[in-house]
Nanobody, 130 residues
Framework: QLRLVESGGGLVQPGGSLRLSCTASGFTLDHLGIGWFQKVPDKEREGVSCISGSDGRTYYRESVKGRFTISRDNASNTVYLQMNSVKPEDTGVYLC???????????????????????WGQGAQVTVSS
C-alpha cells in the first residue's frame, strides 16, 4: 500500500518547537519533490515549505522563513519539518505531499492544486496556544 503518514503534531506553547515527520511506505521518497502544507478551517490550503528531489533546494513561505526548516533523510524514507518559535497563526492541519516534480520547489509550493502531487498524507494537527 502506498502511503504517506505524518506524525509529531500536538499542542505547543507560543515560542516553542515541534518537529513533524512525513514517512512513506510502499515507495521511496528519493528524488521526489516534497511539500508541507497548512490547512486552517475556512481558508484555502497553503504551502509552508517544499524541497526538491534533485538537489535538495528548498522554499519557504515568507511567514515561516528563519523559523521552520525542511529536511529529508532518505535512509529512513522520511521528510521533516522543524518548527521553531511557533506562533498561534501556525495552528492548523499540516499535510505532506510527494511527487515527481522539477528542481525549483517554489514552482510547486502554493498548495492550490492538489493534483500537482502524486501522494498526500492525512495530516497532523498542530495547535499553538498558551
Amino acid at each position: 500500500q502506498l502511503r504517506l503518514v505524518e506524525s509529531g503534531g500536538g499542542l505547543v506553547q507560543p515560542g516553542g518547537s515541534l518537529r513533524l515527520s512525513c514517512t512513506a511506505s510502499g515507495f521511496t521518497l528519493d528524488h521526489l519533490g516534497i511539500g508541507w502544507f497548512q490547512k486552517v478551517p475556512d481558508k484555502e490550503r497553503e504551502g509552508v515549505s517544499c524541497i526538491s528531489g534533485s538537489d535538495g533546494r528548498t522554499y519557504y513561505r515568507e511567514s515561516v522563513k528563519g523559523r521552520f526548516t525542511i529536511s529529508r533523510d532518505n535512509a529512513s524514507n522520511t521528510v521533516y519539518l522543524q518548527m521553531n518559535s511557533v506562533k498561534p497563526e501556525d495552528t492548523g492541519v499540516y499535510l505532506c505531499a510527494a511527487g515527481t516534480l522539477g528542481p525549483d520547489p517554489s514552482h510547486y509550493c502554493s498548495g492550490s492544486d492538489r493534483s500537482t502531487y502524486d501522494y498526500w498524507g492525512q495530516g497532523a494537527q498542530v495547535t499553538v496556544s498558551s
